[in-house]
């Protein structure tokens, strides 16, 4: 059969076997975290707009005496957090925004919940929905958090799965031999083994910098898992685990690649999204899907011109898979 319909066939079982792993989504491909926190942002939006507006009106109707110039202030602060919302596709950081501005709303209640002249009762009841919002706004974000894979501290998780039509001794092997790594990773640089369980890692970086670190192998267990982690002196500290596992019915191996890394600041965490222009979990199912298709027939078709098998580095995967 030709490279080109094998190929083919690896791209089509690899969308159906994408499918098969990614979480709920509805058909425009938004996962319910999403929506929900979509819905939070027509809510900033619409309450921002009123304090904006109608500030006095709202301070009467929550018991409080007027504060036109704070409250507008925080309607630009929900509108601000709502836009923000709807500016990316994972909107984790902007309904954490969300969450920091509820502890404020919270405390002025507080503060103001017995002034003179305050309506007690309203100011309760005010409170209670401000807290009931502020429950769903932390849930939401930490939902976001886990479905993006990065936490509260900006620690970053990838968790990623695809059928390989090969044997888990077959590709064991392959990833194995480290040399093969940058033949599916986008952006590796190279890779050269020190030792027995060490190797040395070199990834292409934004500008034409470099990122570098030293790993060692926590398990190695032939024809099942492959584990890592950096060691002290890595410019991203990393770690994480490959497992090759027969896949149900006979149909290959089950490649599953578990990764933690830790971003050491926002500016470097913004370079290395610009370093694959992906999510991290995207970034890293191109990686496999290029391993599919290079155990499935041997080669990696190529939309730029080049030579299928030696592709131009790696990706996210690259840098952190050791």
Not at 91 to 117: H, I, N, S, T, Y
Not at 189 to 218: F, I, N, Y
Request: hydrophobic share 40%; charged share 25%.
């Amino acid at each position: 059969m030709a490279v080109e319909q094998l190929t083919e066939r690896a791209e089509s079982r690899s969308e159906q076997e994408q499918r098969r792993f990614r979480r709920p989504r509805d058909r425009f491909g938004v996962s319910p975290n999403v929506q929900l926190a979509r819905g939070l942002g027509w809510f900033s939006i619409g309450l921002g707009l009123a304090e904006v507006i109608a500030p006095r009106t709202l301070c009467r109707a929550i018991g409080i005496q007027e504060h036109p110039v704070l409250m507008r202030f925080m309607g630009l602060r929900e509108i601000a957090a709502g836009v923000g919302i709807f500016s990316k596709r994972k909107p984790a950081e902007w309904v954490w925004a969300r969450v920091a501005g509820d502890a404020v709303d919270l405390a002025c209640l507080g503060a103001g919940m017995f002034g003179d002249g305050n309506s007690t009762a309203r100011v309760l009841l005010a409170t209670a929905a401000v807290a009931g919002v502020t429950a769903l706004d932390v849930r939401c974000a930490q939902d976001l958090s886990r479905e993006t894979g990065q936490d509260e501290n900006g620690a970053i998780r990838v968790d990623k799965t695809i059928i390989v039509n090969r044997s888990p001794e077959e590709c064991y092997a392959f990833w194995r031999n480290l040399q093969n790594l940058g033949r599916f990773m986008q952006h590796l640089e190279s890779v050269s083994e020190t030792s027995d369980k060490r190797s040395h890692w070199v990834a292409k970086g934004p500008a034409g910098s470099r990122l570098e670190w030293d790993a060692e192998m926590v398990e190695d267990t032939p024809g099942r898992t492959i584990a890592w982690r950096a060691l002290p002196g890595a410019d991203v500290n990393n770690s994480g685990s490959v497992r090759f596992e027969p896949a149900p019915g006979g149909r290959g191996t089950m490649v599953r690649v578990i990764m933690h890394y830790d971003v050491p600041g926002k500016e470097l965490g913004a370079a290395l999204a610009k370093l694959t222009g992906k999510e991290p979990e995207q970034a890293t199912y191109k990686d496999l899907h290029r391993f599919k298709q290079l155990l499935e027939t041997g080669e990696m078709p190529t939309t730029d011109g080049q030579s299928a098998g030696r592709p131009t580095g790696t990706t996210i995967l690259d840098r952190f898979a050791r």
